[in-house]
T-cell receptor, first 115, second 113 residues
Framework: DTEVTQTPKHLVMGMTNKKSLKCEQH?????MYWYKQKAKKPPELMFV???????INESVPSRFSPECPNSSLLNLHLHALQPEDSALYLC??????????????FGPGTRLTVT | KQEVTQIPAALSVPEGENLVLNCSFT??????LQWFRQDPGKGLTSLLL?????REQTSGRLNASLDKSSGRSTLYIAASQPGDSATYLC????????????FGTGTQLKVEL
């Protein structure tokens, strides 16, 4: 099973709301990622978790707060977002950081609209 | 600076044609290169991963090649079908980057009946 699941599929939120995106994998992967993708652009890395610890933060604004409560789950907490944060948010996982043949598997994404 | 480019940005071909998608990278010290497919509004599907020591990888009608010396990778699709219509992205991984992928800008492929 090479499936990464994400919920919800779609989310509309106001600028004062707090919401969370959820990502889950059961492949035993120990690296998990959040990406942001705007229309007609490639994905941009936001965060990397390795063995449930934050490994990389690509200078993402603090209104995005990641959390990795266990090896299978990755959350992205959203607060006080701006309309320009509207995008497709993709979660990915891979076996572990540093492995030469490490292949990233992506979930279907959450389409976020900030009004 | 590590950059990955894909040309053309869009490609339209008749069904049944064999085609090649191109991916160029500026830094040849890559760890591996991964090809993805993305349908509109969907996530990325991994097609092939080719390690820096390999020259080719094949999966069904797909064949990916890697030439580090020239900074190029190609994705060959044989006997194209309308279901192959999607955006194809290549992504390079470099040593020491914490598994960060540097994505190309993508080629939007349309296979017409």
């Amino acid at each position: 099973d090479t499936e990464v699941t994400q919920t919800p599929k779609h989310l509309v939120m106001g600028m004062t709301n707090k919401k969370s995106l959820k990502c889950e994998q059961h492949m035993g992967h120990r690296a998990m990622y959040w990406y942001k993708q705007k229309a007609k652009k490639p994905p941009e890395l936001m965060f990397v978790y390795s063995y449930e610890k934050l490994s990389i933060n690509e200078s993402v604004p603090s209104r995005f707060s990641p959390e990795c409560p266990n090896s299978s789950l990755l959350n992205l907490h959203l607060h006080a977002l701006q309309p320009e944060d509207s995008a497709l948010y993709l979660c990915a996982s891979s076996q572990r950081i540093g492995l030469a043949l490490d292949e990233q598997y992506f979930g279907p994404g959450t389409r976020l609209t900030v009004t | 600076k590590q950059e990955v480019t894909q040309i053309p940005a869009a490609l339209s071909v008749p069904e049944g044609e064999n085609l090649v998608l191109n991916c160029s990278f500026t830094d040849s010290a890559i760890y591996n290169l991964q090809w993805f497919r993305q349908d509109p509004g969907k996530g990325l599907t991994s097609l092939l991963l080719i390690q820096s020591s390999q020259r080719e990888q094949t999966s069904g009608r797909l064949n990916a090649s890697l030439d580090k010396s020239s900074g190029r990778s190609t994705l060959y699709i044989a006997a194209s079908q309308p279901g192959d219509s999607a955006t194809y992205l290549c992504a390079a991984r470099y040593p020491g980057g914490g598994n960060k992928l540097t994505f190309g800008t993508g080629t939007q492929l349309k296979v017409e009946l």
